[in-house]
């Protein structure tokens, strides 16, 4: 298991990646095809890249084990969308993608007891720049 940054515990990290599991599993099984898991540049990490069809799609996965900070999907804020739109660029850039239709979308999961409830909402966001 990485270490974990400073603010967040062992515990929470754990959290996040059995999520991110449970996230790729659903994501499979309504079809998408999975690209790249924790796809990481120096500008920052998009949790799933993925194809739906013919659509290329960034996917960014938030879990939450209870209610104290809100809904899983309120944690992508402007200031994180504008981060996974310029890891999208790279990631189009790098793998020379351009043009290509893609989209954005986000995953919740929220741990209740011993399992995860995902719900994926497509088109979460527009490009942010």
Same mark, same amino acid.
């Given at each position: @298991?990485?270490?974990?940054?400073?603010?967040?515990?062992?515990?929470?990290?754990?959290?996040?990646?059995?999520?991110?599991?449970?996230?790729?599993? #659903?994501?499979?099984?309504?079809?998408?095809?999975?690209?790249?898991?924790?796809?990481?540049?120096?500008?920052?990490?998009?949790?799933?890249?993925?194809?739906?069809?013919?659509?290329?799609?960034?996917?960014?996965?938030?879990?939450?084990?209870?209610?104290?900070?809100?809904?899983?999907?309120?944690?992508?804020?402007?200031?994180?969308?504008?981060?996974?739109?310029?890891?999208?660029?790279?990631?189009?850039?790098?793998?020379?993608?351009?043009?290509?239709?893609?989209?954005?979308?986000?995953?919740?999961?929220?741990?209740?007891?011993?399992?995860?409830?995902?719900?994926?909402?497509?088109?979460? #966001?527009? @490009?942010?720049?």
């Amino acid at each position: @298991m990485p270490s974990a940054p400073k603010n967040i515990s062992r515990r929470h990290l754990a959290i996040g990646q059995k999520g991110e599991a449970a996230a790729a599993r #659903f994501l499979k099984k309504e079809g998408y095809e999975i690209l790249a898991q924790n796809y990481r540049t120096t500008l920052g990490e998009i949790d799933i890249v993925a194809r739906d069809g013919e659509t290329l799609v960034f996917i960014e996965v938030k879990t939450r084990s209870g209610n104290s900070y809100g809904l899983p999907q309120d944690a992508v804020d402007l200031k994180k969308q504008v981060k996974i739109t310029q890891v999208a660029l790279l990631y189009l850039s790098k793998e020379n993608l351009r043009p290509c239709s893609c989209r954005f979308d986000v995953v919740a999961v929220r741990k209740e007891l011993a399992s995860y409830h995902v719900e994926l909402i497509r088109n979460a #966001f527009e @490009m942010a720049i």
